[in-house]
């Protein structure tokens, strides 16, 4: 079936020595011209890091030629010096080789000292292939970047499931490469300039020599993010007694997801598909916000892995209290409103950013 | 179908702690476990198998310690298992552990024929990286999919290629991807088999092909730490094993204000 | 139309041949200890199933006789009904009460389930969430994937000892949920205190403390099952101090906090024999009572029923121990349901039940709540964790069936222990009798 030779290691060696590298760089991410929240947020830590090197933000564009543009203009009103572009039809969606030749191409020619990534699905994979392409370092899901007193990006990350922290350095090799889960780092606000055309530069690349190798057949994108994955899950049981308005308010505030006890599935009140617990979804989310669950074990399997775990629960004997960080003893709908109150005035790019059409 | 199953053993995640003298990690009390997305990697293999007929084979570099967990691969079905182990492979970061396993494919293809296939766990538990499978598909110059939820036998025979189904953020594409290639297998796809304690027995005594360094014919200077380009300046345990268990009290608004508090220090963690 | 039906039915004019493979046959009688020939097909069993009180007359009948007729005629999915009841038995044995050839029809289930894990002419009807439950066995050492070194985090503030055979005379054998459940958990809190309470020298293996197996068996997994019991052995019998074959002068005795921990010990750890007595923990309770080891001076006025856990009742023959024990305490006014011993519904978490989904209108437990509401009971008593998840989760279900929030004085499900606890320490708690168990036995951190 296979090819009569099997693949061997291909060593490349260096892009370019660290000496001769300058510039902090950020790939931003976009589908169908809508920037990636996580891209924007890297151009305001991307912005910080230059200034503390006192070296150029560079925000790289790749996409459709009709789609690069949008998110070219988005770049630089968030604060990018230079905006390069590729539009390409070959960089229309997301595929490995295309983007990792692009990529590739530009960070030799124009040797950027560090390079961000969003630590998407299409960001990982991206990644992961470019550093050894570059044969390079490259950090994973960053949870602060910080500049040493050489210098050095210093990427702060958590290992273990979050039990051990660690600071890593990449000194011998160019670019300095990191990935950053959304939501770490806050958006800057965008600002209207005058000459942010001016910074936005189109460049080529070659990607008619390489040979597609992985063929995308077709691509779906829901609304929804889906409960595994998301940062908060906001859990309702049988204290909702139906009513899952505030719920969702707050999942949509905290960009999060719905889901639900094994108790709320059964009464209807929401889609199987959003059960957690035993028989239904295990959720890994930093924070799992248990509203009206009493807590049995059939639920906390579920939450188990959840970084912080909040209660909110009127009956002060629920054994979920036992399994929660923060608990507060009160009626969900006396609790959530000020709550939802605080959250929006007090993170107004949450509520209000742009949303991707479903 | 050759298939070749990258695996692990990771140390339960909420185990491992800080020796606060030496500063190093301390896994000493921890059980191990096989990393929880590799389960995925192996039962996508399995199942492949299972319809389209074949091999498994396991692949890992570790220490003697991971043959256990070899072995336990051999009792939930594979057909063979090969382990990397050479104390230079130490201290690896994810650019040495590619290129590591990359060779390591090498010399499998090399002694017992070529492989069409690479499937790994999305990432491991400890390291969280998620780097190796595209890193891999790099060293090897081959094509990769990533985050793969299902997998259908492509044209078969005729045209060496596979059909996948690949998670993205807010959805998911169907790639069509030559073979041979690396693919990462997403967490949760399927629900892995229990081992078969019958294979178990003959899994004990089953071997386990340990190669080390020039084994596999590696570059000292591209393995282990000599091989790495990141350098752990420092670690510290960032270790909160048990809830915090503290109740808020007072009036709704204060209350909000805490909690707003808590759950954007905890999304910024 | 109607004789055309009746025609159809007379003469499955469309069914193929059925061929009896003789290997298959012998691998059924092999996996069930041949018992799956005893049955003469009256179907008694199916007509006394739990599963015919819950399944309305539109849905599929669960019917246990031919799914051993399917067993007799070899299993192949040919004869095998897709909605068999392999997997949906709570293995609650109230068929085997009634049947005419005492045929031991969980001891048939299981072997059959073990048939299923093992030949590939019926994997595919194992449900793929068991396999899971079964990693978390083997890496986690619990069935609820909970981490090992956690174990022991439910009783960090309660000073208790580890196992002593030199100092001890019982070994509290906690168990996998009422280590872990958050609910559960008050239960063994409860004990700690009683069996404290009436002096009792014991010990418990902290984080060492093994998965008796108890998931393993009741999935039919007979293989891991054996490798447990074989690991569990071996340590047990280290913890005793003595050595393989050699007992001691009094053999210790196992408290478990589940009916289903103390049936796996009992009835399958023959190596323990001599070394260990297990015994439910109501059984002791009862022991402590009789040796006046354990009294209950203070009256708690308690209209109580009680629902034998199938394990321990039908399983073990044990009815009486728990009735001993609620007998002790004064005011407790224990009033039966139609429903009780030998002829007790199941709680529907049996079997494996646990870690399955069952639809709503599908679970005894619903049925069993409604029998003990008309006792008028205020507490429905009951002495085993998986029963109380099931009636709390079934009260919490008939309570918002309305629309209307759960009455706050409704009937609460308590177990045996925590009405001991309750006897004892009733003072001590915020509000007697009607609270909650968690909210009361909070009381006695």
Known sequence: MTSATPPTVVVRGPAYPPHEAAGIWVWVEQHDGVVEDVSRELLGKGRDLASRLAQPLVAVVLGAPQHAGVGAADAAALGADEVLVVGHAALAHYATDPYTDALDQLVRRRKPAILLLGATPDGRDLAGRLAVRLYTGLTADCTDLTIGPSGLLESHVVGFGGGIAAIITCQRHAPQMATVRPGVFPQPAATVRSNASERIRPASVDLDSAAERVRVLERQVHAEAGLTRAPVVVIGGAGTRGDFHLLEALAETLDGEVGATRVAVDQGWIGRDRQIGQTGVVVRPKVAIACGVSGASQLTVGISGADTVIAINSDAGAPLFDAADYGVVGDLFRVLPPLLAELRTDQPKAVTAERRPA | MRIVVCVKAVPKPEEVGMNPETRTLDRSKARSEINPPDMHALEMAFALRDRVGGTVTLLSMGPPMFVPYLRLGLAMGADDAYLLSDRAFGAADTLATSYTLAKGLERIAATAGPWDVVLCGEESSDGATAQVPPGIAEWLDIPQATYVSEIAPGDGQTAPAIEVRREIKGGEERLRVPLPAVLSVAAGANVPRFFDPDRRAIAESAEVVVWDAAAVAADPALIGAAGSATTVAAVESAGRVERRHEMLSGPPEETARTLAGVIRAALSA | MATETRETRAMPETREPITLDDARWQKVLDATGGWAAACYQCGVCSGVCPWGRVRGPDAPPVSVRHMVRSAQLGLGADVMPADAPLWLCTTCRLCEVRCPRGVPVTDVVLGLRELAWKEPWLQERVPPALAGVLWDVHFDGNPWGQPPSRRAAWARDLGLAAFNPAAHEALYYVGCTAAYDTRAQHVARALVNVLQTAGVAFGTLGEQEPCCGDAAHSFGHKGYFGELIETNTRLLLEKAGVSEGSKPEKPFTLVTTSPHCFDVFANHYPRLAGVFRPLHYTQYLAELIDSGRLTFPTPLPMRVTFHDPCVLGRGNGEYEAPRRVLAAIPGVDLVEMTENREGALCCGGGGGRMWLETPIEDRFGQVRVRQADQTGAAVLAT???????????????????????????????????????????????????????????GGAR
């Open chain 3, 383 to 441: 002495a085993c964790p998986y029963c109380i998840s099931c009636l709390e989760d079934a009260i919490k279900i008939e309570a918002s069936k309305d629309g209307t929030p759960p009455d706050p004085d409704g009937m609460k499900v308590l177990d045996i222990a925590e009405v001991a606890w309750l006897a004892l320490f009733a003072d001590q708690a915020p509000a007697a009798g009607r609270e909650r168990a968690a909210r009361v036995s």
